[in-house]
């Protein structure tokens, strides 16, 4: 398994906290789609954004699928979603790219705030996103506010 964790302060207009995925291949988008996300209450949201993903085991042998899981946490409780997810190839090696310092950003961008990289070689740097359209295989988190 592996996993990260950020947390995120936003005071603003938008109504909605929102995390999204994408399946890059060799610099390819191959899939997006949105996963949770929860309202915001009063204009401010202060709280934690958790990521998993894990391998499916199917009778001791790995599956061609990976579940990953975004829970978003705040002070009156948490909300998760777990999808199922076409895995990368089994000879690859792998690295999280993880969100290494604060981003100030405005409410109308996409944030990437973990990924995950697969590839024969790996090349993981400050920019998640650059990362993981560099790699054979990827995946990126994003959050967006709406």
């Known amino acids: 398994m ?3 964790c950020v947390d995120v302060e936003y005071q ?5 906290i929102m ?9 390819t988008l191959k899939m997006e789609s949105d996963t949770l996300s929860t309202s915001i209450k009063e204009n401010e949201f202060n709280g934690e954004i958790s990521i998993s993903l894990k391998d499916i085991n199917d009778y001791m042998e790995s599956s ?13 409780g948490y909300f998760s979603n777990s999808i199922l997810i076409d895995r990368y190839s089994k000879e690859y090696a792998n690295s999280p790219s993880n969100l290494e ?8 961008e996409e944030i990437s705030i973990w990924g995950l990289i697969a590839g024969d070689t790996l090349s993981v740097g400050e920019d998640i996103e650059k990362s993981v359209k560099e790699s054979k295989w990827g995946l990126i988190v994003k959050l967006y506010f709406d």
């Open 101 to 108: 310092k604060e981003i100030n950003a405005t409410e109308d």
């Open 64 to 76: 061609e699928l990976m579940e990953l899981t975004a829970a978003i946490r705040t002070d009156s």
């Open 12 to 16: 603003g207009d938008k109504e909605n």
């Open 19 to 27: 995390l999204k995925y994408e399946i890059w291949e060799e610099g």
């Open 2 to 4: 592996v996993t990260g």
